[in-house]
Structures are given as structure tokens and as C-alpha cells.
């Protein structure tokens, strides 16, 4: 039999939370709400090589015995204590905050009788599976910090509910179990899931595109085959209905709800693209709830539990700074038009970014106009806005006639970061062989040139431009020569012998299109020679209009820089022109131009240089670019935000770690 309560865990909060929950189940049908998601839905077909976490041969014969009446106490007990690390779970939960015991309780078998037998069951099953899923596939990095995300969801989770009179400890074990079969999907479907794009869509729509399901829906229906109750398996089932759940005051009220909202916080893998608006909403819904309070409320508790750890942003500070960003982003529906920041009046916005935006501006006294880009600064890290003061400090030092000019930046009253820069009139490189096709020969070499100019200044002081590439080369119009090249974004920009004073995570850094081996390998080792692979990169890239390295994914683009030979023979160009480019893309740094002054040199030399003159592209641009309406207004917003590269396409600027 199971042996009495101690009169101290009945209280009457407690009470009444037990009675908000009988009257919610009575009005909540949970067998209903499962079978119209479920609806007899199977779990996906993963490969042999990817094993479902299951609990151990201990725990299953513990599941076996909880359901007989007959059964002792003390063998539930002694089951338990076979796994310590189970056993450590189950005493950790029965002595948290929301028991409200007296005493600290020490005895399995005391803490069996403390949670109730059905409570027990399921508290032991997902322990068991929180340790089976530690084992899985996967860097210990990745899975400690899964781990982390869903143990802070799960105790979110029980604060809400605890708010809203439902059953805590079902919410905390819905939201500690939500994700179960996600990292599994991802390894089974990695292709699929490196396109999956947080910005621009939800992650389960992805999953109902392609899987026929998505990984609600899969976790639900395998916690419903291992008898989880009917409450945990409704609650997994329906956190990202948010729509459904919103319009359903008792939904919103209920450990449903609990459970959706913690899978709203921010973590590795961000499944909302409006997780922070959602979470706001919710918040109007149920006004005993802030979703900040909370947040300090679950840090604080694990660092009661864990401890803490330099490498951890909390999750006060991380709401609290997409809380911001999202008030900031409200803000910014006001235009900027006309507003004056120094001696610049904002005229008109002509380009956005995720952490930018860019506005054509006119000088108070001088006639020349000027583009200013603004930084959002709410999301940003302290790096990125060092790194953006960096970029126009050192911008603004370079003289040559073929390097973006900066004539001032500063901050705005509100805290937003701005520089003003050269207004561009043209287009990218990259934009003129996507719309006019590969370029001749004489052609190449005349841009190649200009480049190398821009390059020889900033070598010439130390700096590694570390990202060129065809959509940083702008062709413009200056002083009435056509095809003037300007090199644009020197965001990325490393100061020769200072590199190792980067953090580790923060050293491989450019475009993986363009990226030369040793930027991969041995980021600290980056010069000169890095930027001539790069330039070698875009140069193919003008000849043939193809990138080095297509139709791959970024690991595989990365083993292909390292590793694989591009198709020179594919290059419709003379053979010393397909020698110096080989030369430049040759793996090993030693093997190429030893500076860009040698490689302007090697230009210089072959026979179609000289050939194509600005008088050529003058009558290039006259014939091809349509007078009668103004040309682009290129201006580039480097992407400064720091992403997980597998998201990332092969022509974007990422920062990435091992």
C-alpha cells in the first residue's frame, strides 16, 4: 500500500490548485483534443543508425510494478535506486520550491509517497529518457546545451502553470519532453532541416511540408504508446498551435498553454519566428503572468540547481533583449525621412537588412548626397557593435579611390549606432554577371585591377579584408569613368598579428564560397594571401559565372575549399589568365601570389590587359543599361548578426564555430 502523505505537503494553495484542476479536466477533454491531432498518426521511419532514447531495463520493470496495487513501496524504491542518476531526479523535483516541504526528503520510498504513484511514473519515465537522450548522438557540447534549453522549459513551464491553477508537474514534464524526437529528425533529415530558415517561416510547417507530420505530433504519439497520461501526451501534441490556443481562454489557462509558451523561449534552434510577439500576447491573456519575472524567477533556480557559468547568457537577458528589440522594431515603423542626424538630413530608406537599415541623405551644406546606415541595437552582442565601430573607424582611414569612403559616424540620441557613407550609384559585381552573364577576359582583368588597389592600401597597413567577394565589389561611375570598382565592407576586417586576441568562437569568419583554406583550418594564420584566394575565387566566378563549388551543402563546400580542385578547365579565358587564377586559388598560401601588388604585377603582363578602357565601358553601360530609368542605388548592408552557419546559403557572409 502506499504509504501516508506527510501533513506538511497539504496546504491550501495546494488545494486550490488541485481544485482549479479538477474543474479545468472536467471542462478539458484531453482523450478528444489528442485523437483529432493524433488521428492514428505513426511514428516517422528513422534510419537503423539513429536510436530513439528509451529507459533502461530498471525503469521498465518499475513501470510494470507502479500499475499493481499489490506492490510494495519499498521494491518501487530499490527499482529506482538502481539508476542514481534517475533516482538523483526524482529526489531533486520532490524537494523543489513548488512541493513546499518542511523537511528535505532523502528515501526514495518517502518521496514515492510524497509524489503519488501516478506522479512518480511519469516524473521517473521522463528522468529516464532526460539521461537516454545525454547519451545520444551528437557533440557533448550540442547535447548539454539541449539538455540545459529543455530542463529551463520545463521549470517555465511549472511557473506558469502554477500562475494559472493547472498541474504543475505535468507541465514541467510536457515541457522537459516537448522536443523529444527533434534532434533525431534532424540528424535523420539534416538536408532538410539546413533549410529551414527561422526568419522566414515556422519549423513545423517545414516538417508537415516534408515529413508528413511534425515533431509534436511524432514525441505525442510515441509518449502516448509508452502510457504517458493523457495530459502530458495533449499538452506535447498541441505547443505550437498557438492560433488555437490564444483563442481558447481554457486552453490558454491550462498546462496546454504552460507547455506552448515555453516552447516560445529563445534557444539553439529557434522554432517561432514570432516567439517574442507570441509570448507578449500571452502575457495580455493571463495577467498574473510576466514573462520577464518568470525568466528571473527560472534562472534563479538553476543556478540553485547547476550552478553558475561564465558561458551562459540567462534567460532574463536574453528576453530581455528580444523584448527590446521587438519594442525597437515597433519604433522603427516611424520613418526616419526627414529627421536629421549631425549634418545629414535622411531623405529616403533604399535598403534593409536583419540588423540595418541604409537611407539616402543630403548634406546641410554641400550638395553631394551620402548613404547612412543605422544599426539596430537592441539584439546585438557587444563583439558585433565593437565590430561596427571597428569597420568605420578603419573605413574612414583608407584613402584609395576604389575603397567605399566614410565621412562621419556616431550614435543617435536613442542609442542607435550610424555611419555615413559614399553614395553608390551602379551595381554589384555579382548583380552585373547574374543579369549580363559571364564577362570577357579584358574585362576581368580591367575590375581584377581596381581591386587590387583597394587591396594594396589595406595590406599596406596591416589589415585582411577576410571577405571578398563579388556582391563587395560595387561597379559605379566616378568623375565620368564607368566600371569604377569600389570595395565595399570591411566589417570582417583583421589587423595582421592581432588576430589570436579573438575569441575562439568568434575566429572563422567570411563567405564559404569564398573562403581559402587556412580561414577554415587555421583562422589565426589569415594575411594577405587569404584575400588573394578570395579575389582568385571571384575572378572564376566572372569568367565562368559560376561559383568554385556549387550544389553542396556547407559542410561539404568547406571540405571542397580545403580539399578539391575547381574545374579550370571550364574557364572560357586565355591559359595565362587560367594560370594566374590557379595560382591564386592554389590550397596552400605559399603556393600563390605572395602579395597583391605581384598578382596587379602577373595582370598587368597577360596580352588582354589594357584592352577593355573606360571608353569601352562607358558604351558597354550605354548599350546595356536602360537610360531612361535611373541606375540602382547599391549600397551594401553587411551581414553583421552572428548565425549558425548550416542556415546560412554559400554566398553569405557567416561567423561560425566548431
Known sequence: MEGPRPSSVIRPVKLLRRLQNDRAESMLNWQELIAQRLQGQSLPQLPSRIQIPRPPQCIAEFLQLVDRPSTPLNELALLIEKDSEIATSVLRIVNGSQMMLRERVSSISRAIGILGLQRCKMLVMSAAIQASMSKCSGSHKQMRNLLLESQERALYARRVCGMTGGDPEVAYISALLQDLLLPHLMEAHSELYETYRPEKNRLVELENGQLNGDH???????????????????????????????????????????????????????????GISLLMEYQKQIPEFDFLQAAA????????????????????????????????????????????????????????????????ARHSMLRRPAAVKMLKTATLSQQVLERFEVEAHIT?????????????????????????????????????????????????????????????????????HRDIKAENIALTVCGGAHDFVKVLDFGLVAVKDEIPDLPDSCKIMGTPAYMAPE????????????????????????????????????????????????????????????????????KKSADRPQGVMELASQLGRCQAANSWSFEEAQQWWKEHVDSSRKNASHVLIPSLETQLAPTKDQDETVIFSD
Open 519 to 586: 580561414a577554415i583550418q587555421a583562422p589565426d594564420l589569415v594575411d594577405e594571401r587569404t584575400d588573394l584566394y578570395a579575389l582568385g575565387a571571384v575572378a572564376y566566378f566572372c569568367i565562368t559565372g559560376k561559383l568554385l563549388f556549387e550544389n553542396l551543402t556547407l559542410p561539404q563546400l568547406l571540405r571542397a575549399q580545403v580539399a578539391e580542385t575547381p574545374k579550370f578547365g571550364e574557364m572560357p579565358c586565355s591559359d595565362e589568365f587560367r594560370a594566374i587564377i590557379q595560382s591564386c586559388l592554389q
Open 297 to 360: 524567477d527560472v534562472d534563479e533556480e538553476l543556478t540553485t540547481l547547476i550552478g553558475t557559468s561564465p558561458m551562459r547568457t540567462t534567460l532574463g537577458d536574453r528576453l530581455s533583449r528580444l523584448a527590446c528589440a521587438a519594442i525597437q522594431e515597433n519604433q522603427e515603423q516611424v520613418s526616419w525621412v526627414e529627421r536629421t542626424l549631425g549634418s545629414y538630413t535622411l531623405e529616403e530608406k533604399i535598403g534593409q537588412g536583419g540588423v540595418g537599415v541604409v537611407y539616402r
Open 216 to 274: 509534436s505530433i511524432f514525441t505525442a504519439a510515441l509518449l502516448s504508446q509508452w502510457n504517458f497520461a493523457d495530459g502530458v501526451v495533449a499538452s506535447v501534441v498541441m505547443h505550437h498551435s498557438h492560433d488555437e490556443i490564444l483563442r481558447n481562454e481554457l486552453l490558454v489557462r491550462s498546462e496546454i498553454g504552460a507547455v506552448a509558451v515555453s516552447g516560445l523561449l529563445p534557444g539553439t534552434f529557434q522554432q517561432e519566428p514570432k
Open 396 to 464: 574612414s582611414e583608407l584613402s584609395s579611390p576604389h575603397t567605399v569612403q566614410v565621412y562621419d559616424y556616431g550614435m543617435t540620441s536613442d542609442g542607435t549606432l550610424y555611419y555615413v557613407m559614399e553614395y553608390l550609384k551602379g551595381m554589384s559585381l555579382s548583380e552585373l554577371v547574374a543579369n549580363y552573364g559571364p564577362l570577357p577576359e579584358d574585362r576581368v582583368i580591367h575590375l581584377l585591377c581596381q581591386v587590387c588597389g583597394s587591396l594594396a592600401e589595406a595590406h599596406s597597413k596591416g589589415l585582411v
